[in-house]
């Protein structure tokens, strides 16, 4: 039963309500730190579901007990209401499952942004994954707090190359205050926490393999979502940030700050572009973990 895969189901209302990371830091909790290895929106009647997929030992009994019953004190139904997070049940086929779900799997972030509204790239940092708890989840709760409702969800590993070219600009500036030398093994050193390596520590030809190290990358979108988002997220030094906001709660220093999020539409539309969080294929990702097994 070891590295078994289940998925949950969080209903069009439940995202729409704001309960995602709730109910992920939920999951994670009750079935005793199962592992998130992808997430996505599907198309569901009522508007778009998000689906997170685990792995782990007994992951379909663990997860199903975690959803639970409406008469199960303390279960995630119980709580919040038939209908709002569902989970595959013992003895199903998991993998034909997920397969049905790909073909629903939304494409919004192919659509052009609403009018009067904005884009903005979040990603959870690796800081939060570095043990299975609920961190990622309470980092996405305080995101909730916008009421904007996220229309594309990845679960990315930053490879070295896109490393460096999502912290491009930040080395300019690094160089520009500290100099060439030390300039550049700060920006390495953002580099490596947010992949795994160093760039010069990496075989040029093995820079765009995915990296070791776990994020979360979801697009927002909403009336003033640039201001909104970073409202909850707080400057970037934790020591500045204002109490309940993500970088006071969850940072411990200006790299390891608990996420990032864009500062401008056009940054926002750079970001996600290089993060590729489109580029996220659940059957792929099925055929993939099938081949592996």
């Known amino acids: 039963m070891k590295n078994s895969l289940s998925w949950l189901l969080i209903s069009p209302d439940a995202l729409k309500r704001g309960w995602l990371g709730w109910i992920l830091s939920g999951a994670v909790a009750r079935s005793g730190g199962l592992e998130l ?6 198309d569901q009647p009522g508007g778009r579901a998000a689906l997170l997929v685990f792995r782990g030992e007994d992951a379909v009994n663990k997860l199903s007990s975690a959803v639970g019953s409406p008469n199960e004190s303390g279960s995630l139904v ?7 997070v569902s989970a595959a049940k013992p003895g199903s086929d998991v993998a034909a499952e997920l397969l049905r779900f790909s073909t629903a799997q939304s494409d919004a972030l192919a659509a052009p942004v609403v009018a009067g509204a904005q884009r903005s790239l979040v990603l959870v940092k690796p800081d939060n994954f570095e043990f299975p708890g609920t961190r990622p989840g309470a980092v996405l709760d305080v995101f909730s707090r916008t009421g904007l409702v996220p229309v594309a969800i990845k679960v990315h590993h930053m490879s ?8 491009g600009p930040v080395l300019d500036a690094l160089t520009e205050r500290f100099g060439a030398e030390k300039g550049r093994e ?9 992949s795994g390596s160093r760039p010069s520590a990496v075989a040029e030809k093995d820079h765009g393999k995915p990296g070791t190290r776990k994020i979360l990358a979801l697009v927002f979108e909403g009336a003033d979502a640039i201001t909104k ?8 030094d934790p020591a500045k940030a204002t109490p309940g906001t993500i970088r006071k709660e969850f940072g411990t220093s200006i790299m ?3 996420a990032h999020a864009s500062d401008a539409p056009e940054n926002a539309l750079r970001e996600i572009g290089i993060v590729r969080v489109a580029d996220n294929s659940l059957k792929g990702f099925v055929e993939s973990a099938a081949g592996n097994a």
């Not at 119980?78 to 709002?84: K, N, P, W």
């Not at 070295?160 to 912290?167: D, I, N, Q, R």
């Not at 988002?229 to 970037?236: A, C, D, Q, Y």
Request: proline letters at 2%; charged letters at 15%.
């Open 229 to 236: 988002i970073r409202s909850v997220l707080g400057p970037t």
């Open 78 to 84: 119980a709580m919040l209401g038939e209908g709002t």
């Open 37 to 42: 290895v992808w997430a996505g929106l599907v």
């Open 186 to 194: 700060q920006w390495e050193n953002i580099v490596e926490f947010m």
């Open 160 to 167: 070295v190359a896109e490393g460096m070219e999502f912290y």
């Open 256 to 258: 390891v700050n608990g």
